[in-house]
């Protein structure tokens, strides 16, 4: 082969002339990104009863309990809420969102579809930990949409301000990429990095991507749907939106990018039936009465032996005395339960910073999206709600919930009443859908930032965008080891990779195999 | 062996529930919900959460408490849109109803008064002849003057008075027109030149005991 290019100097070459997301695009074909991974086989050693104080019930915590109980450990789970799973949190009727300030009791129709997943709600193929446990508990799973074309884009900016088919936009913008590219590819330093036969594979390609004509042009193409006919009659192609017009909005960061497996947004990602805390009461349901609810920890002392946690419960202050801890309490509310942690310890707790997340989301009247042939996806929204999600099942049912925002950085939804909140959902959800108001009943929202015992939502190590620091990874690597053997910090606080279950579970199995080398290499 | 049989009995009495039972209210049972929120942020027993800013409130005195948690709910204090702390404090106000607020200021003053550990670092000396100008009010001691509406101060996180002696100065703390109190702290620490100057009167204050 002359002229030979490397993995690295094409993925290069894709960066100079078609930007960031060619590239990950590319590298995911490539294999630089994350594909599939084997879930932990979990073998602890069978074990006469040493005691295990477990601190919250996050789905760390219950995977550990879950494991530990059946290798013979007697755990105990100490929770200060009312319920079971931290951010994995499902509301439906009857549910109640403790949020400081803004109390607020579900009233929706008593119907087994009708739920939000306020917190974690989607699973991907990858994340094989959680699969294996939804397995093993026999949670069922169904597929979740995370795209759909027919969905919307909504910018004031872009054509008016009236929104976009998914469809319209990212056939468009795939278009002129992928003309651009294939301009660029008559470019001397380019074309000289390939070979013939390589250019016209990755022409065939371009042309195939962005549905360019002869000459190499984006023209429209009916991957946007038909302007007119297309089933009875020949279909028309509709009208090109114009590159210019397509970088109004920056929306294409989002629509362009939905599909990606590695990040856990593809576009086949799955959900248990009924709600993602079916997967909490799994877990809670077998361990029964082990778990003590409204049972917050006031104190957590490592001993040399053990561990001691005080924690209160009906007004009484009681003693754990445990062989071992596994704490999920989020980091930043360890910081205010006295403790007997290492300095170095405490630091690396308080370094972590609490993340910002805001959710709502209504009962819908009637499923008015799939009257504009909408059966689940995401449509995109340039104001601070984000997103709108439709959900994919119960598909032609009476009525359905609608993910009304989420917005990921909390934008200031935090400080905002319930009825402001509400305003805010409505007001940027007609732009979307004209009819959205009057199909809105009772929406429900979510700050993470002030739910009670919680106050945050998925924790952030890196201060900086360009990625760890050194002194972030000591810190981490600090938190990883159990305090004296005894004390394992686990959740997503504990990985590299937080806001999702898969990162929470692995953290627990990480902690019960540093625990089960110590149990096995003890005297016997 | 009798843990190894129980634990066998767990599983298989575990394996024969239903994959899926009624989720909410199994396992979880909603009480009466009251407003004592405040240790979810306030720490323990008022102690002070560093990580979520929220200071300390054991040992606080209840007039204090109870002026400020009004200001909170009035709009008086927390409504500047620089005072990020307060901002967040003030919808957790907002809902308190005056029997909420006693409540809460009667609970608070049941936590044992601990002073809270140093964390900054500021020249004591210059501190201590910066601190003259606050001794008239806050007392000699930094142990307060109901009288004069000036809380106590020795104990409290040091790291809370840096930011609310930062927004007086800056305005985002007194600046309320109904803020008597509050508007006179604003001119005081006016007193105080830089940040550096608020840095060494509250390394000062750290050395004091109510």
Known sequence: MTNPV????????????????????????????????????????????????????????????????????????????????????????????????????????????????????????????????????EVELQVFVNESKTAWVQDDALNGGKPVRNTDYSSSMQGFVSEMLAKSLGNSEVNSSLTESESETLLGMLRSFGDLNEDMLYKGSVRAGYGSGGFLDHGTKKDVIALRDLLKTRLARNVMVTTQEGTGSGPLLMQPVGGMDRIIYAFANRLGNRIKFRAPVTEVMVKD?????????????????????????????????????????????????????????????????????????????????????????????????????????????????????????????????????????????????????????????????????????????????????????????????SAWMESAIQSAHYALADLDQRVRSEPA | MKKLLTATTLILSALCLPAVQAAEGDVGVEAAMDDRYCTTCHGVEGIGNMAVEAPRLAGMESWYLKRQLENFRAGIRGTHEQDTQGIAMRPMATKLSGESIED?????????????????????????????SCAACHGANAEGNEALGAPALAGQNDWYMVTQLKNFRAGFRGAHPEDTYGSQMLSMSKALGDDRAVINVVSYINTLVK
Not at chain 1, 12 to 26: D, E, I
């Open chain 1, 305 to 497: 032996d053990g561990v001691e946690v005080a924690y209160e419960q009906n007004g009484v202050t009681e003693l754990l005395k445990a062989d071992y801890c596994f704490n999920c309490i989020p980091s930043h509310l360890m910081s205010g339960i006295p403790n007997n942690f290492p300095t170095e310890y405490t630091e690396a707790l308080n370094y972590i910073r609490r993340g910002k997340a805001y959710k709502a989301a209504f009962q819908a009247k009637e499923r008015f999206w799939e009257k504009e042939n909408i059966y689940g996806g995401i449509t995109w929204v340039n104001a601070p709600i984000q997103q709108i999600w439709y959900p994919p099942h119960n598909i032609h049912g009476k009525k359905g919930v609608v993910l009304a925002a989420y917005n990921f950085g909390g934008a200031n939804y935090t400080e905002m009443s319930q009825e402001d909140r509400i305003e805010d959902l409505l007001k940027h959800g007609e732009k979307v859908h004209p009819n959205y108001r009057q199909m809105a009943e009772k929406p429900m929202t979510i700050a993470w930032h002030r739910m009670n015992h919680m106050l945050g939502c998925a924790p952030r190590w890196a201060r900086n965008r360009g990625g760890w620091s050194e002194k972030e990874e000591q810190m981490y690597e600090t938190l990883r080891q159990p305090v004296n053997g005894r004390h394992y910090l686990i959740g997503d606080q504990s990985t590299q990779h």
């Open chain 2, 104 to 132: 809460i200021v009667a609970w608070v003053g049941s936590w044992e008064y601990v002073p809270a550990q140093a964390t900054i670092e500021g020249d004591i000396n210059q501190g201590r002849s910066a601190f003259q």
């Open chain 1, 6 to 137: 490397s993995r690295r100097e094409f993925l290069n070459l894709l960066g100079a002339y078609g930007g960031t997301s060619a590239v990950l695009r590319a590298g995911a074909a490539l294999g630089f990104m994350p594909s599939s991974s084997q879930a932990a086989e979990i073998s602890l050693r069978a074990n006469n009863g040493k005691k295990v104080a477990i601190l919250g019930t996050g789905i760390s915590a219950l995977t550990t309990a879950w494991e530990l109980t059946k290798a013979g450990y007697d755990c105990t789970l100490l929770e200060a809420s009312h319920r079971p799973g931290g951010r994995m949190f499902t509301v439906r009727a009857g549910t109640v969102i403790d949020e400081i300030g803004n109390y607020q009791r579900c009233e929706w129709d008593d119907d087994p579809h009708l739920y939000f997943n306020a917190g974690a709600a989607r699973i991907p193929s990858i994340h094989s930990s959680v699969l294996k446990y939804c397995k093993e508990l």
